[in-house]
């Protein structure tokens, strides 16, 4: 795969929605489709929101329906009464998508976002048809992340009220510094990301501002998912137990995730299909996001 330096641009930045639930009300963003197309659920990672999709999701909705939503903590999603932890958040993405359709949906998962959607599709067989993983939070081995992301996971094991100390001992990051510094660390090359999708974030941001809970929700879903792949036996035959067909689409360069890490969920479930992005970091869909949608594109077009 060659990549260039070049910012592409992106064509819409859909609807924005909301669905209410028992427990509250859940954002997305509504990019539209064909009607009767399936349903297709882009699902952010930790930190993220339906921004991060931006750039590729206007490529899929020629033929199909694609909607990303905001976790509870995240984007403009606040959790309320939910948890915002990688649990609570599978159950509350498989009641958005049966408020939404139902009929069985695609999923498509980045980071964080994978983790979840595979537990929706590992749980609720009846309800995923197809499970896309962009570079999945996927269960530890040796490789371990560049030492930054490593110092921050080991500090999403710590318990919520010292992890809560520490981030009030730090100087509060702008929300608009801490959306460039997502993109900065989730990207190999950061000048890949177009103008309007950076933008976009940045407008997001501002349109959030401060919440009271964020920190809380951070850590909360941080905490959980650690320890969620940190037990490796027990996440890999959740991973194992799948039913759906799965599409692995894992960047050479992550720094979040090594790729290490993907060639060896690869290799042990080898009903998946193995889709290595060269060059690419931890959000393909930002940096090469035309790559990615041809690459999800052909291969659902051999499961459907």
Request: aromatic content about 4%; overall charge positive.
């Amino acid at each position: 795969m060659t990549q260039t330096s070049v910012r592409p641009a992106t064509r819409n930045a859909g609807e924005s929605r909301w669905v209410h639930l028992t427990d509250g009300p859940v954002h997305y963003v509504d990019h539209g489709g064909p009607e009767g197309a399936p349903l297709t659920v882009l699902v952010h990672g930790l930190g993220g929101s339906h921004a991060n999709w931006a750039a590729m999701a206007p490529l899929l909705t020629d033929t199909h329906r694609v909607v990303a939503v905001d976790l509870a903590g995240f984007g403009l999603t606040t959790a309320g009464v939910r948890p915002s932890s990688v649990g609570g958040n599978a159950d509350l993405l498989h009641r958005f998508v049966a408020a939404l359709t139902p009929e069985p949906a695609i999923l498509v998962g980045n980071s964080m976002g994978g983790m979840v959607s595979s537990m929706v599709a590992a749980d609720h067989p009846e309800s995923v048809r197809e499970l896309v993983l962009i570079d999945p939070v996927l269960p530890l081995t040796a490789a371990l992340p560049d030492r930054m992301v490593t110092a921050n996971l080991l500090q999403g094991m710590l318990p919520l009220k010292a992890r809560m100390a520490i981030a009030r001992r730090r100087n509060p990051i702008p929300r608009s510094r801490a959306a460039m510094q997502l993109v900065t660390l989730c990207c190999d090359d950061p000048d890949r990301v177009s103008e309007d999708v950076i933008d976009q974030h940045l407008a997001l941001a501002e349109r959030r501002g401060y919440v009271e809970e964020t920190a809380r929700d951070f850590l909360m879903a941080g905490r959980s998912m650690v320890f969620t792949f940190a037990r490796a036996r027990r996440y890999a035959r959740l991973l194992a137990s799948i039913q759906a067909p799965v599409l692995l689409i894992h960047g050479t360069r992550d720094r979040l995730v090594p790729f290490r890490v993907a060639r060896v969920a690869a290799a042990a479930n080898q009903q998946w299909t193995f889709a290595p992005g060269t060059g690419v970091g931890h959000v393909p869909m930002l940096e090469a996001p035309r790559w990615t949608t041809d690459r999800i594109r052909e291969w659902l077009q051999t499961h459907s």
